[in-house]
């Protein structure tokens, strides 16, 4: 089955239901921003939002109250300090409470990997002498049945939605991606639905003539949306840089309820669309973040007739 | 030109456990920082390892976060964050990890998870990340952390990444197959590991800093090797390249 390009407002409503378990993912770079505000603009709630690192697009949405739990790895805002949605959500139940289920990195992407590869659990060198697993009972251990070592156990994680970003992909939703690739690939495979947003769609042709470069097919793919600029603040390889400005503007920005709400009103509940939002910018993010050129030269794949 | 700051003394501390042709696991910030400086000076053929999926990063610019577009461009090898962690970390090819924390025991075991109770924490700090893994994985670990007295308890608030566990053999009894934290580096000195006990010692201070001044920076009664050594000062050149080259707005060393 081919995937279906929709607008984003399209594929939100269509693939993402209260209650859902989302896992918008991209590592530092290509987080799928404007998938998340969609979401708080279609006020969904209840979700069970996963991510190796929830980010400002998770305070965004957890600020927003469209979550109720979060599974992770690392809250915070890389290099700048706290997410104060977040903590308010913890440590105050503002706007609504907000339950934790906390891994690391390795243990959360172990449970895609699960997820990916359809089994029921991952095996991992992980975890012993630390008090993890005293506070999550899902990170057990599990007995080498060749050597009897004890190894970390964790459950296979499949959430019901996943969204991605990536440069680009063609219309049937053959996805490629350069730069850091985070667990894009493990979460695709993992998810029962998944959306890919991209900087740009191109012909069948251009995947295929760099077939290495694709990370997602479109076999797994349930919908393409196409939106320049989707992941800003974040970044994408050779598109944009991340708008570090804003990183660290987001300290203050979130510091209060507020404040943080003042943003929402603006930027998110403001705008109909990411092409709004770009557009507000008046042109500043192209002047800002756009990098010089730095190419790649080709492979030769070889013609085999 | 000016002698060198207590931050300073710490990222070139840093920088001399970095041996040529490691390959580190390696944070932005202070780490990020001592590497480069070690690239520079007597370790240009480390590898730069980042846990967002890079190796051999050589970023052209002092990253914000262990994710930026600095650390693929010019990379050896740009992976899936799963290969990183399981081919590199879990397969045994890190040489040496770098970890920062909000607090330390006297084991090196690291709390980065919560402040006070867990389920009612006073602060919540950002959790385990990739920390738990490179402490435990890693052959051995270089820890950073600004010397505070509640930073430095008696006992952790939690244990999110176990260094030399309750001491003695008990690393290795936990099924450890890897030397655990070989130094802490804080502003005031530098520590290593009782090799038997395995409790952290106070090896050096650095320049000016008294024994007093860490003792009141230390939750526990602190052992010091003797004889207490001092940090020994960096040459012209490794400052300039500090102060000009590798941070010359002072974002890390302030």
């Known amino acids: ?305 | 030109m000016r002698p060198a700051s207590l931050s300073e003394l710490m990222a070139v501390a840093a920088a001399r456990e970095i041996r040529d042709q490691d390959v580190v696991f390696v944070g932005v910030g202070l780490p990020n920082l001592a590497v480069n400086l070690a690239r520079r000076t007597h370790a240009p053929d480390a590898q730069l390892v980042y846990e967002s999926g890079v190796y051999g990063a050589r970023p052209a610019r002092q990253p914000l976060s262990i994710g930026d577009p600095s650390l693929a461009t010019g990379a050896i090898q740009v992976m899936p964050m799963a290969e990183t962690f399981t081919y590199f970390l879990q397969g045994g090819r890190i040489d040496v990890g770098f970890l920062g924390a909000a607090q330390i025991d006297r084991f090196g075991n690291l709390n980065t998870t919560v402040i006070g109770d867990y389920e009612k924490p006073t602060t919540r700090l950002p959790g385990a990340g990739g920390a738990s893994e490179i402490s435990w994985l890693a052959r051995r670990t270089v820890i950073l952390l600004p010397q505070k007295r509640n930073k430095f308890p008696e006992r952790l608030d939690f244990r999110t990444s176990v260094g030399h566990h309750t001491g003695g053999g008990s690393r290795e009894a936990l099924g450890s197959k890897t030397a655990g934290p070989s130094r802490v580096i804080t502003n005031l000195g530098v520590y290593g590991f009782d090799a038997s006990s395995k409790e952290m010692e106070l090896h050096a201070l650095h320049p000016g800093v008294t024994l007093d001044e860490v003792r009141a920076e230390v939750g526990w009664e602190l052992r010091v090797r003797e004889p207490l050594e001092t940090t020994e000062a960096p040459e012209p050149e490794t400052l300039r390249l500090l102060r000009e080259e590798l941070d010359p707005k002072g974002v890390i060393l302030g």
Not at chain 1, 256 to 269: G, I
């Open chain 1, 1 to 305: 089955m081919s995937a279906r390009l929709l607008s984003m407002k399209e594929a939100i409503s269509q693939y993402v239901d209260d209650g859902d378990v989302v896992a918008a993912e991209g590592f530092t770079h290509l987080i799928p921003f404007s998938a998340g505000h969609e979401i708080i603009r279609q006020r969904k709630k209840d979700l069970i939002l996963c991510r190796l690192t929830p980010d400002l697009i998770y305070d965004q949405m957890i600020a927003a109250g469209v979550a109720r739990k979060l599974i992770f790895g690392w809250i915070g805002n890389p290099g700048v300090g706290s997410l104060y949605g977040i903590r308010r959500a913890v440590e105050k139940e503002q706007p609504r409470p907000l339950s934790l289920e906390e891994y690391s990195h390795f243990g959360l992407l172990s449970r895609l990997k699960a997820g990916a590869s359809g089994l029921p659990f991952m095996h991992l060198r992980d975890y012993d002498g630390t008090d993890l697993p005293a506070v999550n009972g899902s990170i057990r251990t599990v007995e080498c049945p060749f050597t009897g070592e004890s190894l970390a156990a964790v459950p296979a994680l499949r959430p019901d939605v996943a969204i991605l970003h990536a440069q680009r992909a063609d219309s049937s939703g053959n996805t490629q991606v350069w730069g850091l690739l985070g667990v894009q690939k493990e979460v695709a495979f993992a998810a029962k639905k998944v959306i890919v947003v991209v900087e740009e769609i191109v012909s069948e042709d251009v995947i295929r003539a760099d077939p290495n470069r694709t990370l997602v097919p479109g076999l797994v793919v349930d919908a393409v949306v196409a939106e320049p600029f989707g992941a800003h603040p974040s970044y994408a390889q050779g598109y944009y840089d991340r708008d570090n400005d804003f990183y660290l503007g987001w300290a203050q920005t979130s510091r209060t309820a507020a404040s943080l709400e003042a943003y929402l009103d603006e930027w998110v509940y403001g705008v109909a669309s990411r092409e709004e939002y770009v557009e507000k910018y008046e042109g500043e993010l192209e002047r800002r973040l756009k990098p010089q050129p730095n190419l790649s030269p080709p492979v030769d794949y070889g013609l085999y007739t």
